[in-house]
């Protein structure tokens, strides 16, 4: 073929695109269950979420390993489809490898607690109602992603580093393989692209963190799923995410102690002046205020459910002050109001906790250091003194819950093409806190069994020719388009213009105007792409390409968005949806947030989209139910031994 004289071409069965937690777990199983001819793909073997977040208890959920509560892999299952709109048989494959994933990385030494006895023992998490819950601390996903590479290097596994994927080779039925931008020859128009040919291909890129400018995700991380969506891979539960205050500079969860310490809560102009306490625009009663930020510890993430009883105002009234152009803060410098707290007026439950935890005195910081010194530590490590200076927070989107849609073996619609993480839409609206880590390493280990099972053969070169040819030549027209001196606008104020629409309209508050217009305007910018940008360097080729994707991306996500409110859709999860016929459940908040909240009567219904030319087009459907086989040991295990019965 004539292209290939111009590109280097690397040939695996299997790709794992991705260097998480999932993306080093389906290396690791596939060279475990026997298939060898595998690389790994990434753009940084040490950025991604996994490697660089995290919250005060990072947690992993698995079936219940201690004590005398009962538990069965069943209830595990129900647990997380009476999150809504799941599937069963992925419920119940979570639950099932659950036991076998945790124990895998016990294994490979991350050091989860147990008592003398050998018990790995639980703690209830939210939507929890057993102790599943464990954790290695705030970096649970770390010592999980480092534990997992460790065991990848030791068997050789091949990583291709500073590869970023730009587009999969598909043609909408069948995975071929996967076009790259070699980040090390940028500057290099006839070596920069790199092509992979494959069978099989493991995505694992997590979340489209890029979409957003107000993001705990880490810096570094973008996600990938725009390719995913352009080789025609469906979507599934899009619409749910999950949003919560959270610090950007570091960017990092202000959950627990944070929230407990009682901060003040400041906003000022853009340039950090004119500082004025704007919660008490709001809170009359000094001890409900203090109360609700209370709560927002325990209450982290935003919830519809939770505004007019719960925490989630603050939320709320934070979004609202930086929708007004101001900057947000916590400070712990001093108390609210620049006096002592009377404890006294907290509720009950408040002032009890902080009572039993000592911390009734002294200044936010004081008290932040008395319970939980680490976590001042933590910025005090990335430059930020919480007893000299403030905070900066946003309310920030945290993580998606819905994403590609897979079958109970994490495959995709396209054949050989499987995906595992956060990029694949495994959960519905509502999950058990930690269920995503776990959700993570089976879908890994269901991918790799599946592949080692029917991947295998030769792969196809015309298909690969065909789809190379025509990505290639797309992408060089983009690179060269884009390399201009005079016209176009700037990549930054183009990236900075994408990512804010989305956090304004496409975040925790949605309304259908707000949506239809941000619609409009990346369907136009899409059209208009290489034509409106301007770079002045090949190095920030890279950008170009991610903002391609996160376009895209939006494009889709706002349109299942849009279809969900056009379909009778209601507020639920962390998302409130204006509607004028709904309840304002603060006379004082402005008329947008009359919502009328999801009664829960479609949590049986999954919404999945697909992209079609230039449109996007949903479809509902019923989730499919757990399995609940009467499987007798003798005939399962004849089935087993002698047809391979799992598959």
Same mark, same amino acid.
């Given at each position: 073929?004539?292209?290939?004289?111009?590109?280097?071409?690397?040939?695996?069965?299997? %790709?794992?695109?991705?260097?998480?937690?999932?993306?080093?777990?389906?290396?690791?199983?596939?060279?475990?269950?026997?298939?060898?001819?595998?690389?790994?793909?990434?753009?940084?073997?040490?950025?991604?979420?996994?490697?660089?977040?995290?919250?005060?208890?990072?947690?992993?959920?698995?079936?219940?390993?201690?004590?005398?509560?009962?538990?069965?892999?069943?209830?595990?299952?129900?647990?997380?489809?009476?999150?809504?709109?799941?599937?069963?048989?992925?419920?119940?494959?979570?639950?099932?490898?659950?036991?076998?994933?945790?124990?895998?990385?016990?294994?490979?030494?991350?050091?989860?607690?147990?008592?003398?006895?050998?018990?790995?023992?639980?703690?209830?998490?939210?939507?929890?109602?057993?102790?599943?819950?464990?954790?290695?601390?705030?970096?649970?996903?770390?010592?999980?992603?480092?534990?997992?590479?460790?065991?990848?290097?030791?068997?050789?596994?091949?990583?291709?580093?500073?590869?970023?994927?730009?587009?999969?080779?598909?043609?909408?039925?069948?995975?071929?393989?996967?076009?790259?931008?070699?980040?090390?020859?940028?500057?290099?128009?006839?070596?920069?692209?790199?092509?992979?040919?494959?069978?099989?291909?493991?995505?694992?890129?997590?979340?489209?963190?890029?979409?957003?400018?107000?993001?705990?995700?880490?810096?570094?991380?973008?996600?990938?799923?725009?390719?995913?969506?352009?080789?025609?891979?469906?979507?599934?539960?899009?619409?749910?995410?999950?949003?919560?205050?959270?610090? %950007?500079?570091?960017?990092?969860?202000?959950?627990?102690?944070?929230?407990?310490?009682?901060?003040?809560?400041?906003?000022?102009?853009?340039?950090?002046?004119?500082?004025?306490?704007?919660?008490?625009?709001?809170?009359?009663?000094?001890?409900?205020?203090?109360?609700?930020?209370?709560?927002?510890?325990?209450?982290?993430?935003?919830?519809?459910?939770?505004?007019?009883?719960?925490?989630?105002?603050?939320?709320?009234?934070?979004?609202?002050?930086?929708?007004?152009?101001?900057?947000?803060?916590?400070?712990?410098?001093?108390?609210?109001?620049?006096?002592?707290?009377?404890?006294?007026?907290?509720?009950?439950?408040?002032?009890?906790?902080?009572?039993?935890?000592?911390?009734?005195?002294?200044?936010?910081?004081?008290?932040?250091?008395?319970?939980?010194?680490?976590?001042?530590?933590?910025?005090?490590?990335?430059?930020?003194?919480?007893?000299?200076?403030?905070?900066?927070?946003?309310?920030?989107?945290?993580?998606?819950?819905?994403?590609?849609?897979?079958?109970?073996?994490?495959?995709?619609?396209?054949?050989?093409?499987?995906?595992?993480?956060?990029?694949?839409?495994?959960?519905?609206?509502?999950?058990?806190?930690?269920?995503?880590?776990?959700?993570?390493?089976?879908?890994?280990?269901?991918?790799?069994?599946?592949?080692?099972?029917?991947?295998?053969?030769?792969?196809? !070169?015309?298909?690969?020719?065909?789809?190379?040819?025509?990505?290639?030549?797309?992408?060089?027209?983009?690179?060269?388009?884009?390399?201009?001196?005079?016209?176009?606008?700037?990549?930054?104020?183009?990236?900075?213009?994408?990512?804010?629409?989305?956090?304004?309209?496409?975040?925790?508050?949605?309304?259908?105007?707000?949506?239809?217009?941000?619609?409009?305007?990346?369907?136009?910018?899409?059209?208009?792409?290489?034509?409106?940008?301007?770079?002045?360097?090949?190095?920030?080729?890279?950008?170009?390409?991610?903002?391609?994707?996160?376009?895209?991306?939006?494009?889709?996500?706002?349109?299942?968005?849009?279809?969900?409110?056009?379909?009778?859709?209601?507020?639920?999860?962390?998302?409130?949806?204006?509607?004028?016929?709904?309840?304002?459940?603060?006379?004082?908040?402005?008329?947008?947030?009359?919502?009328?909240?999801?009664?829960?009567?479609?949590?049986?219904?999954?919404?999945?989209?697909?992209?079609?030319?230039?449109?996007?087009?949903?479809?509902?459907?019923?989730?499919?139910?757990?399995? !609940?086989?009467?499987?007798?040991?003798?005939?399962?295990?004849?089935?087993?031994?002698?047809?391979?019965?799992?598959?």
């Amino acid at each position: 073929m004539a292209m290939e004289s111009k590109i280097r071409v690397i040939r695996r069965n299997t %790709i794992v695109l991705g260097t998480g937690a999932a993306g080093f777990n389906a290396a690791d199983r596939l060279w475990q269950y026997g298939q060898k001819d595998i690389a790994m793909v990434t753009e940084g073997v040490n950025t991604g979420t996994s490697r660089n977040t995290g919250s005060d208890k990072q947690t992993y959920y698995k079936l219940t390993l201690s004590g005398g509560e009962p538990d069965s892999v069943l209830e595990m299952a129900r647990s997380l489809f009476e999150g809504q709109c799941m599937d069963g048989d992925i419920a119940l494959c979570e639950a099932a490898l659950s036991v076998q994933s945790f124990l895998r990385l016990v294994e490979l030494g991350v050091p989860f607690p147990r008592n003398r006895y050998g018990e790995y023992v639980g703690y209830k998490t939210d939507h929890d109602p057993r102790r599943r819950a464990t954790s290695v601390g705030p970096y649970t996903s770390r010592e999980m992603t480092d534990a997992l590479e460790r065991e990848v290097r030791a068997k050789g596994i091949e990583i291709f580093d500073k590869m970023l994927a730009i587009r999969i080779l598909s043609d909408g039925h069948r995975v071929y393989g996967l076009l790259c931008l070699d980040l090390t020859r940028l500057d290099e128009p006839e070596d920069r692209f790199v092509a992979f040919c494959c069978r099989n291909m493991v995505f694992a890129a997590g979340g489209p963190a890029g979409m957003y400018a107000d993001s705990v995700y880490p810096k570094g991380h973008y996600g990938a799923s725009g390719m995913a969506f352009r080789a025609g891979v469906m979507g599934r539960n899009l619409t749910e995410w999950q949003y919560g205050l959270a610090s %950007i500079h570091p960017r990092w969860n202000v959950s627990g102690t944070y929230m407990q310490a009682l901060p003040r809560f400041i906003s000022t102009d853009p340039e950090g002046g004119q500082p004025r306490e704007f919660l008490y625009d709001f809170f009359q009663d000094e001890g409900e205020l203090l109360t609700k930020v209370f709560l927002k510890g325990y209450q982290w993430p935003f919830d519809v459910r939770k505004v007019a009883e719960g925490s989630s105002v603050i939320d709320i009234l934070v979004y609202l002050e930086s929708a007004k152009g101001r900057r947000v803060w916590l400070d712990f410098r001093d108390n609210p109001l620049g006096k002592p707290v009377d404890f006294s007026r907290l509720s009950d439950e408040a002032y009890q906790y902080l009572s039993k935890a000592g911390a009734c005195q002294g200044k936010p910081f004081e008290r932040l250091r008395h319970m939980n010194a680490p976590a001042m530590e933590f910025y005090k490590e990335r430059g930020v003194d919480l007893s000299e200076e403030m905070l900066e927070i946003a309310l920030c989107a945290q993580h998606n819950n819905g994403g590609l849609a897979v079958d109970c073996w994490w495959q995709t619609n396209v054949q050989g093409f499987y995906t595992a993480g956060e990029a694949a839409g495994s959960h519905g609206v509502y999950r058990p806190g930690g269920s995503a880590l776990n959700a993570g390493q089976v879908g890994a280990a269901r991918a790799a069994r599946h592949i080692v099972r029917w991947g295998g053969g030769e792969m196809d !070169q015309e298909g690969f020719d065909r789809t190379m040819e025509e990505a290639l030549k797309e992408a060089m027209c983009i690179a060269d388009t884009v390399m201009k001196k005079e016209g176009g606008a700037e990549l930054r104020h183009c990236w900075e213009r994408a990512t804010r629409r989305m956090s304004r309209y496409g975040g925790a508050i949605r309304e259908r105007g707000g949506i239809v217009k941000a619609l409009e305007e990346v369907k136009e910018e899409r059209v208009q792409f290489a034509r409106r940008i301007r770079i002045s360097d090949s190095r920030f080729l890279p950008k170009v390409f991610r903002l391609e994707d996160i376009l895209l991306c939006q494009q889709v996500y706002l349109s299942a968005m849009l279809d969900y409110i056009d379909t009778g859709g209601r507020s639920r999860g962390s998302a409130l949806y204006s509607d004028p016929e709904g309840i304002k459940p603060y006379d004082i908040l402005p008329d947008e947030f009359c919502f009328k909240l999801d009664d829960g009567s479609r949590g049986s219904q999954l919404q999945e989209v697909c992209l079609q030319g230039d449109e996007v087009r949903s479809m509902w459907r019923e989730v499919h139910p757990i399995p !609940q086989e009467e499987d007798f040991f003798e005939n399962v295990w004849r089935s087993y031994r002698e047809t391979g019965n799992v598959f």
